[in-house]
């Protein structure tokens, strides 16, 4: 029997309220992420990709439509009950420092990723684990945009998220960054963590398992 998709979503509709009138941003998503593997939504500028990662990580409520995460309706949850679940769904900013406390070194932003969800501090181990050995004590402007960003994947670990969602993870980064960003993806999926980006980088294209191509708030199409 397959597996229970990780998000199931039906009808999805999401609709911003703008002083010049509604904008539609999604008309009507179908759609089922698996637990595996890396799936990227792609498509240009104003399609819907950002609205609708936002929707899957349980930031915005959708105007219509269902959303199941691992079978349970999302739409129906009240506000602690969105937060119970936030728990363990990750969404990542753009830009790199966004997503971390400049403020605090390399360790102590684990430290507190874990501490905010109610986990033991889980020391160094994951950073020499996973490509960011020697920085503990570093701040954090002290490390590249693509390390920032490493960084940033590992808070979600820290975090005990099983599922990742990053918003265009590398348009902020040069190439070279990129790719650290692009191998840490790649290790967080050989963890078992459900990993959705949306991206139109090709290196990020280039290691997805599948990619659900949306068009002008609609899906257009998906390749394996
Ligand atoms: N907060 C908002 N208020 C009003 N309209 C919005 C808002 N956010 C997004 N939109 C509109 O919704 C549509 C989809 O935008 P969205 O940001 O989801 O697309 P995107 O594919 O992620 O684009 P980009 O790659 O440029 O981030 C666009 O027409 C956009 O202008």
């Known amino acids: 029997m397959a597996e229970e998709p990780v998000f ?4 999805l509709v999401h609709r911003y309220r703008t002083p010049s009138g509604d904008v539609t941003a999604l008309h009507g998503i179908n759609l089922d992420v698996p637990a595996d593997g890396l799936t990227v939504l792609a498509g240009p500028s104003g399609s819907g ?3 609708l990662l936002r929707l899957l990580g349980l930031a915005e409520r959708p105007t219509q439509g269902r959303m199941l995460l691992r079978g349970k309706d999302t739409t129906k949850l009240d506000t602690r009950g969105r937060r119970a679940l936030r728990k363990r769904v990750h969404l990542l900013f753009q830009n790199p420092v966004d997503n971390l406390f400049d403020y605090l070194s390399v360790r ?19 950073l020499d684990r996973l490509g960011l050995p020697g920085t503990a004590d570093w701040a954090v402007s002290a490390l590249s945009g693509g390390q920032q960003q490493r960084l940033a994947l590992l808070t979600a670990l820290a975090a005990g998220a099983d599922v990742v969602l990053a918003d265009e993870p590398t348009s902020q980064l040069d190439a070279r960054s990129g790719e650290l960003v692009v191998a840490t993806l790649g290790d967080l999926v050989g963890l078992g963590v459900t990993v959705v980006v949306a991206s139109h980088d ?3 294209l280039a290691g997805a398992t599948r990619v659900i191509r949306i068009l002008d708030g609609r899906l257009v199409g998906e390749t394996r």
């Open 8 to 11: 199931s979503v039906r009808g």
């Open 49 to 51: 990709k950002s609205t």
């Open 108 to 126: 102590e932003n684990l430290r507190a990723a874990a501490q905010l969800a109610g986990r033991p501090d889980p020391g160094v181990e994951l």
């Open 202 to 204: 090709d290196a990020v």
